[in-house]
């Protein structure tokens, strides 16, 4: 791991003094942040990896070209450290690796009554142990589908960030509303002018937000239905995360800074 100083952000200034895309997602700084990237970023802590990268990526003014060379570094990590483990080791890991994907997102949202305070969550998890918990999108009149699709778009927002990083990528809902929303429903809707037989869509806002973005990421992000309460730890954790938006009334969508304790986590209330 590295501490992330003037000198290492200096190293990854490109000739006008600022940094791209794939850098800030590496950063794990949102795009609309960048012009605060040094006050966000120093004494962050960086693995080895993801500080090699930053430097890597300096001054290479295509995303193309920033995609193809993360690619090509994760490929030689993998490489390096299957030369280094066992041969039996090195084929689970790759085994596991190609059913479960470098990253899971688990997604829910919550309201308290329906329609009331609602909120959305998020667990993620890399390599099946949970790395980061999201939650916020408080909204004190919201309603279930709302909070489930807040979730679903921030899931997408944080699965396009890990792609640009060259990991694989699925996400998992427990909404088969929101699923059907931006996979079925919406390729009629948006034919229709964003019209249906029957009346309004409902939360067509945000449903196009989540549309549009599928649509960039879906040949390399599956996107299945699990259900609720049934015994996933990432979706039970997803679910403590929109609780705890309530509770907290947080209206951005943030990381859950306080140590990821799963068994006290999941005592909290269930939405």
């Not at 990237?37 to 001054?59: H, I, P, Q, W, Y």
Request: with cysteine; glycine share 8%.
């Amino acid at each position: 791991m590295q501490i992330v100083t003037e000198a290492l952000l200096d190293l990854g200034l490109n000739k006008d003094g600022e940094i791209n895309e794939q850098q800030l997602v590496l950063l794990d700084i949102k795009e609309e942040m960048k012009s605060q990237f040094r006050e966000l970023s120093l004494g962050k802590e960086l693995s080895d990896a993801r500080a090699e990268l930053f430097v890597l990526l300096t001054n290479i003014t295509t995303k193309k070209a920033r995609e193809t060379i993360i690619k090509n570094y994760k490929a030689l990590q993998k490489f390096r450290k299957e030369l280094n483990e066992p041969q039996e080791q090195a084929e689970t890991t790759t085994s596991q690796t190609a059913v479960e994907g470098d990253v899971t997102i688990y997604c829910d949202g919550g309201c308290t009554p329906n329609p009331g305070k609602a909120g959305s969550g998020v667990a993620l998890y890399r390599n099946d142990k949970v790395s980061e918990l999201w939650y916020g999108r408080y909204e004190e009149m919201g309603t279930n589908n709302t909070a489930e699709l807040g979730a679903l778009y921030e899931s997408l927002l944080l699965a396009k960030k890990e792609l640009d990083s060259g990991n694989s990528v699925e996400i998992k809902c427990d909404s088969m509303y929101s699923i059907n929303c931006i996979k079925t429903w919406a390729i009629s809707w948006e034919k229709k002018g964003w019209t249906k037989k029957g009346g309004e869509i409902k939360n067509l806002e945000i449903i196009k937000l989540c549309y549009a973005l599928y649509n960039t990421i879906k040949r390399d992000v599956p996107l299945t239905h699990i259900k609720a309460h049934a015994g996933f730890e990432g979706n039970e954790l997803a679910d403590r995360m929109t609780m705890y938006t309530i509770q907290e009334q947080c209206r951005e969508f943030v990381k859950y800074n306080k140590p990821i304790d799963i068994p006290t986590l999941l005592k909290m209330r269930a939405g």
